[in-house]
């Protein structure tokens, strides 16, 4: 069963508007990543959030994770039609098994 | 240039007729993985690699095939491709399974 469930499925907003987009998991991990993926292309690493860390910074994007709710975002300031893209948390659960388990993506249009 | 390479591209096959999608990493990268992506389900995990001659069984394995007898290539077998296969796949490698993956071009597979 998968890992992680990105939410909302799919996200438009207009150009200068901040995305946020929210990803669960149901067992205990290590660290989260988030992908970005262009349409039909393959995903490519955003940011890596450790289990132990509550917020981190990567230019516009800003990801936090809160273990307690097994729940993280990711949110993306003064947005640009360039961002366009599906975006993918991708988690490892802890013991058991070496799998990477990715979402199914939240959509994003950002209209110019 | 640090990368991932698949090939073929674009595939279309018939039912039955086995084939092999390459994937070569040039990262020196422990760990690989096949992911296929279908509309609504996200990225679902085939096989994975730790290492040469280590492989192990994802969410997806039914109906494929891996093997990794050198670090650089992971080749997917498909020994009797059916219909429910056609899919976008996705080869990825890292240096472990929860540390940054890169991901090939995909290869798009249609079986007729």
């Known amino acids: 069963s998968q890992q992680g469930e990105e939410d909302p499925q799919a996200l438009s907003i207009q150009e200068g508007e901040n995305a946020t987009m929210n990803c669960s998991y149901k067992?205990?991990?290590?660290?989260l990543q988030w992908y970005r993926q262009n349409s039909g292309r393959g995903l490519v690493h955003l940011i890596l959030?450790?289990?132990?860390?509550r917020e981190k910074h990567s230019g516009r994007l800003r990801v936090t994770l809160d273990t307690s709710k097994k729940s993280s975002s990711l949110l993306i300031t003064a947005s640009r039609a360039a961002d366009t893209a599906s975006y993918f948390c991708?988690?490892?659960?802890?013991?058991?098994?070496?799998?990477?388990?990715f979402g199914k993506g939240t959509k994003l249009t950002v209209n110019p | 240039e640090a990368q991932v390479t698949q090939n073929p591209r674009y595939l279309i096959t018939v039912t039955g007729k086995k084939l092999t999608v390459t994937c070569s990493q040039n990262?020196?990268?422990?760990?690989m993985s096949w992911y296929r992506q279908d509309p609504g389900l996200g990225l679902r995990q085939i096989y994975y690699s730790m290492n040469v001659e280590v492989t192990d069984k994802g969410d997806v394995p039914e109906g494929y095939k891996v093997s990794r007898k050198e670090k650089r290539n992971f080749p997917l077998i498909l020994e009797s491709p059916s219909p429910n296969q056609t899919s976008l796949y996705f080869c990825a490698s890292s240096w472990a399974r929860n540390t940054e993956a890169f991901f090939g071009q995909g290869t798009r597979l249609t079986v007729v």
């Open positions: 067992t205990s991990i290590n660290n």
């Open positions: 959030i450790r289990s132990n860390e």
């Open positions: 991708a988690t490892d659960a802890q013991g058991g098994s070496e799998k990477l388990v």
């Open positions: 990262m020196n990268h422990e760990y």
